[in-house]
């Protein structure tokens, strides 16, 4: 580990060399490459400074001790105290530091719901998720944009398509991709009984043309009238646009505007991230086989979390954390869960470290 972090350490020092070279500097596009990469490695190489000042102050500690000075040694015990309680700690945020990274931890996301098993009270359900993300997204200042909505009309979803932009925002919302189930009294039921009801959520990375290219001899571009709400002009013109990847077989539809071109650029910007989505599933199997497990088919006994109405209640059957405070959890405050989820997949990661 410790030659990785003078290697990181190396190679940050001559970046930082490059970058204030007059030459560089007129080369705006190697500059700003440099400047991108000594920001990914800085985070490692400020935590291997302040261990290496730790183990240093250590050595001279243990020196002090060895001096004829009491006072000098009483001193010398408690930075040496001190110092050895907090290396275990840095050590182990310098390994979770190394872990390799997710390439798409800093993109934008593009997050799908759908209803599953419970009819009405499912698409009810969906609405109460949508709702909670998009109060998560405002709580950490990142901006969403409804790309497609198939509302029931009575308060339901039955399929939302959002894309939220902010820094991290993949990092966070990946790991809300599965089956979310609900138990509760629904308000239509009059005997006051329980139902269990799901909705599905799958996480996408957005991505760029580069990264995924598409044939548009590959895709059939079909438009028709837009249905449910949007205002007069929305149900009066061939304004929806539908996708569908010919070879894939994906579909894609997308009415939430009142300009068919909008409709189209938005539809071919969630066809890109599918399409990316399956390219890595073919990458690596294993990956694939997880999302499948996570994601589901919206079943009420798949499920990755479960919100309890009568008790008030939110259970995470992954890392096994239960919290009592459902209804800041559906306004957004997701983090705890969150948090528990990323500590999670670090000590997972660690164990093959």
């Known amino acids: 580990m410790f030659d990785k972090l003078d290697f990181i350490l190396e190679k940050y020092e001559e970046l930082a060399m490059k970058v204030s070279d007059p030459d560089v500097i007129n080369d ?3 500059w700003q490459k440099y400047i991108k990469e000594m920001g990914e490695m800085e985070p490692i190489v400020n935590k291997y400074k302040e261990y290496k000042k730790a183990k240093e102050g250590i050595a001279d500690a243990r020196e002090m001790l060895e001096a004829g000075d009491e006072e000098l040694k009483e001193l010398a015990k408690m930075e040496l105290s001190e110092l050895e309680d907090k290396l275990p700690q840095m050590e182990e945020e310098l390994k979770i530091l190394l ?3 997710d390439p798409n931890d800093e993109k ?16 009810l359900f969906a609405q109460d998720l949508l709702r909670m993300y998009l109060r998560y997204a405002e709580r950490r200042g990142w901006k969403t944009e409804i790309m497609d909505m198939n509302d029931t ?17 993949y990092s ?9 189930r609900v138990q509760r009294v ?32 590959d895709v059939r571009v079909d ?24 070879p894939t077989g994906l579909v894609v539809t997308c009415q939430d505007e009142k300009s068919q071109i909008k409709n189209k650029e938005k539809a071919f910007k969630v066809l890109r991230s599918r399409l990316y989505d399956l390219k890595l599933k073919e990458q690596n199997d294993e990956i694939s086989a997880e999302r499948r497990s996570q994601v589901g088919s919206g079943d009420r006994s798949e499920r990755i979390r479960t919100y309890n109405f009568p008790q008030g209640r939110v259970t995470d059957h992954r890392i096994g954390l239960t919290i009592y405070k459902l209804d800041s959890f559906l306004d957004g405050e997701i983090d705890e869960v969150v948090d528990g989820l990323i500590t999670s997949d670090q000590a997972e990661k660690m164990k093959n470290f």
């Open 186 to 217: 629904p308000e239509t039921e009059s005997s006051g009984r329980i139902h269990t009801s799901a909705a599905t959520v799958a996480v996408l990375p957005e991505v760029d043309d580069v990264e995924v290219e598409i044939d548009p001899n």
């Open 28 to 30: 705006q596009p190697s």
């Open 108 to 123: 934008n996301v593009i997050l799908e719901i759908r209803a599953g098993t419970g009819g009405e009270e499912a698409a």
């Open 223 to 246: 438009v028709y009238r837009s249905s449910g709400n949007g205002g007069q002009c929305v149900n009066t013109t061939d304004s929806a646009v539908r996708l569908t990847h010919i």
């Open 153 to 169: 009309g009575i308060g339901g979803v039955k399929e939302a398509i959002v894309l939220i932009k902010g820094k991290g925002a």
């Open 172 to 180: 966070r919302l990946k790991y809300e991709s599965g089956t979310h």
């Open 99 to 101: 872990l390799p990274k």
